[in-house]
């Protein structure tokens, strides 16, 4: 009985032999899930944390992309922000390519760590849930997160779902009546064993005889649901249409399986073994991929809710806006390490890649066209056949839609900056305020030369879109274009050769303010100024939002 045991390995499920002692503390080692051999699931490991199945998706079906459900024990901090921006981004690619996507968002409210967050408040499970979902809907709205579902293990649709998965997996004789003792950690709602792997994988037990926040378990009231048996299946119950039946076989018919998962790499444990297992016992279909991205750290330890080092999403967009938050982690963490914060960095990124090399270009080059053309393009942009920037820009764009479609998010970032900085090299060696003053020719060559960096900058509001979708909206609407056209766009418009003659530009306002430090006399260097200057700042950034 106690030997099922699931390890993947290329393209087969193993069943590997019994083991002893995992921990010294356990005293029963018998099986709660039975792993079924499914036809459908073959799989491979990728990178250090991403595990990639076969089956790919067909152009008809939807692209399902699911971040972490949160727990709702504390208010978001930059740590969840983090998944759920990168997820944004990547959804957002994956509707410019055109195709239907289905966002997954939400929040795990069950288990004893939030009974006893509650309790800490002096208020109800319940109310608790709600004011701390409520948080992270809010930040999501913003942080400009697009998502499509927002699911809460305590709707009752989950709990429909939930307790249907339950019976199917039991009736498949997958799971049995045990005692279970191990180490367990409430913060991380598991039981620890050291060598997880290296010893071999055990069953894990399902229920909580002790928990009285969550589930009950169909037909055996003084138990509930273990809270990851319970969260997990928050990805299928968000795939449930409005006021549709909760059962599963709506919700799997609604786009199961997930394209992809994209968790912190402390959660692989439950997406890679535990939530396959669950998988094969009911006969559905697994995940195509699940990628485990790094920690945002500082001073080197993982941000979180326990050690109490976190940094306040809230804060920094209210300080800095939507884009500069997503852009810097987007840009600054390689999507899959850690990467550590620091607001000095932050600040000069920001100000060097959005205020100077993208907002700069296009103020000086808008000015430049208000001021010799009365802000009319004179040119088709498909004039600059055979000019090497735009062959540049070309090739740019295809290295961006490959590190977007291969989650490499740094390098997407890092390309369309290239773009930007091709640009200004461009303007500069042109020169076109001197070609101005020369006339004739020279004159007409200068015309030229501000359509084609405003079609680069055309091309760099689709493509970093992705990742700052404020800003970019405001770059095309500065390119005199209506939002209803922006919402329009898709990849294929990134295409050289959108601006066309007669297009009359709006009036130039800087897109992105740039983020003032100053001089601490006594303290040394620079810092940000104090929260005056950062009222003064939200104001600026907002005005300029609502431009
Ligand atoms: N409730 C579970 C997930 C259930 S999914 C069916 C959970 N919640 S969590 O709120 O603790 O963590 C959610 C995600 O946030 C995890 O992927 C975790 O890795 C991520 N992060 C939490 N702190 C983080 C950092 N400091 N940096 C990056 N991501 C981190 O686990």
Redesign the pocket.
């Known amino acids: 009985m106690a030997r099922r045991v699931l390890f993947y390995s290329q393209n087969s499920l193993c069943f590997l032999p019994p083991f002893s002692s995992l921990c010294s503390k356990t005293k029963h080692l018998t099986k709660t899930l039975h792993f079924r051999k499914n036809p459908s699931s073959s799989a491979s490991f990728c990178r250090s944390y991403c595990y990639n199945g076969e089956a790919k998706p067909t152009k008809t079906e939807p692209f399902v992309l699911t971040?972490?459900?949160?727990?709702v024990n504390a208010p978001p901090?930059?740590?969840?922000a983090?998944?759920t921006i990168a997820a944004d981004a990547i959804a957002r690619f994956q509707r410019l390519l055109g195709k239907e996507v289905i966002f997954v968002t939400g929040t795990?409210e069950h288990g004893e760590k939030i009974a006893t967050a509650a309790a800490g408040q002096g208020c109800s499970p319940s109310e608790h849930c709600d004011a701390v979902s409520h948080a992270y809907r809010m930040l999501w709205k913003d942080l400009d997160i697009a998502y499509d579902k927002f699911i809460r293990t305590t709707d009752p649709g989950h709990e429909a779902i939930v307790k249907e998965f339950y019976s199917r997996v039991l009736n498949n004789g997958d799971i049995y009546r045990a005692d279970y003792e191990g180490l367990y950690c409430v913060n991380c709602?598991e039981y620890k064993v050291q060598s997880w792997i290296k010893s071999g994988l055990r069953d894990f037990s399902v229920s909580r005889a002790s928990v009285e926040w969550g589930i009950p378990v169909p037909n055996d009231n003084k138990q509930t649901i273990y809270?990851?048996f319970d969260?997990?299946l928050?990805?299928v119950s968000a795939l449930l249409k409005d006021k549709e039946q909760p059962t599963l076989q709506n919700a799997i018919s609604s786009g199961w399986p997930a394209s992809l998962h994209l968790?912190?790499?402390?959660?692989l444990r439950?997406?890679a073994v535990y939530w396959p297992a669950m998988l094969m016992s009911a006969g559905f279909s697994l995940p195509t991929k699940v990628f485990g991205?790094?920690?945002?750290?500082k001073d080197g330890l993982?941000?979180?809710?326990s050690l109490g080092n976190t940094l306040e999403p809230k804060n920094l967009v209210h300080r800095f806006g939507p884009d500069a938050v997503r852009y810097f982690f987007l840009r600054e963490v390689e999507f899959g390490n850690d990467g550590d914060f620091s607001e000095d960095r932050f600040i000069s990124i920001i100000n060097a890649h959005l205020a100077n090399t993208i907002g700069n270009l296009l103020n000086r080059t808008l000015g430049l066209l208000k001021k010799n053309c009365q802000s009319t393009l004179a040119v088709n942009s498909y004039i600059a056949e055979g000019n090497v920037f735009k062959d540049t820009v070309e090739n740019l764009v295809e290295k961006a839609r490959l590190h977007y479609e291969n989650l490499s998010l740094l390098s997407a970032c890092e390309c369309v900056l290239e773009i930007g900085n091709a640009g200004n090299l461009y303007i500069d060696e042109r020169a076109p305020w001197t070609l101005f003053k020369q006339g004739g020719a020279s004159s007409e060559a200068a015309k030229k030369d501000l359509v084609i960096v405003l079609e680069a900058m055309r091309i760099i509001s689709i493509t970093l879109s992705p990742i700052a979708p404020s800003l970019c909206l405001r770059i095309y609407s500065q390119l005199g274009y209506s939002k209803d056209q922006f919402n329009a766009v898709t990849w294929n418009d990134a295409k050289w050769g959108g601006l066309k003659a007669g297009q009359v530009m709006a009036e130039p306002k800087p897109i992105f303010a740039r983020i003032e430090v100053r001089k601490d006399g006594e303290g040394g260097g620079d810092t940000v100024q104090n929260e005056v200057e950062d009222n003064k700042r939200i104001k600026q950034t907002r005005a300029i939002a609502e431009a």
């Open positions: 971040t972490p459900l949160y727990y901090h930059m740590g969840s983090y998944t795990d709602e809270v990851w969260a997990l928050g990805y968790i912190g790499k402390d959660i439950f997406h991205h790094g920690f945002l750290t993982k941000m979180g809710k």
